[in-house]
């Protein structure tokens, strides 16, 4: 059953949104903080925020969804805005996710130049599918615009110290995933 028509109010039309629900998207693999730094900030924003972790098999994902859900959720139970933040899985078109989520407002984190230009293309999809969702971009903070999963993920896979760019549990389960569990707990190789 499709999201539209889970939600779907009489006559057959999508609920209207909610303009004070964010929904950020990702894959979150793993969650990051600069992830972290966008999911507080639009915690503050909005009076709910609504986390969607993607399945996106296409990104060949270190962790499944089931961990990446636990990980997201066990990290934003940290932030001062906590309480405002729901997390869940989606799989399929990000539309349908955010008509699921009764949101009306999409958030993404912009690091660069190169962010923006993805970023303007999947808005403007977004507006042509969906006229009635917003898309608003919060420009990370500046020591966060070098992190990105993929990188952390490749320092990992090289042995480097992933530390300055996640948590200390996010640390600990991305060196399990990749057979260093043991070292893992002595700080940071």
Do not use: C, W
Request: hydrophobic letters at 40%; a negative charge.
């Amino acid at each position: 059953m499709s999201a539209v028509k889970a939600g779907a109010q009489e006559g057959g039309l999508p609920p209207a949104p909610d303009y004070r629900t964010g929904f950020y998207p990702g894959t979150f693999d793993p969650i990051t903080n600069g992830h972290l730094d966008v999911i507080e900030r639009a915690a503050a924003l909005f009076d709910r925020l609504v986390v969607g972790v993607a399945v996106n098999e296409g990104k060949q994902p270190l962790l499944s969804l089931e961990e990446r859900l636990e990980m997201v959720r066990d990290e934003v139970a940290t932030l001062p805005h906590g309480d405002r933040i729901t997390v869940v899985g989606f799989d399929g078109l990000l539309i349908d996710a955010v008509r699921q989520a009764g949101a009306g407002t999409v958030v993404r984190g912009l690091r660069s130049a190169g962010d923006f230009d993805f970023e303007t293309q999947l808005s403007g999809a977004l507006r042509r599918l969906a006229p009635e969702i917003e898309t608003v971009f919060l420009l990370a903070a500046e020591n966060h615009r070098s992190t990105a999963s993929r990188i952390v993920k490749e320092i990992a896979r090289l042995g480097g110290d992933i530390s300055p760019f996640v948590s200390e549990r996010v640390r600990r389960r991305v060196l399990h995933r990749l057979g260093r569990g043991q070292g893992a707990e002595a700080g940071g190789q």
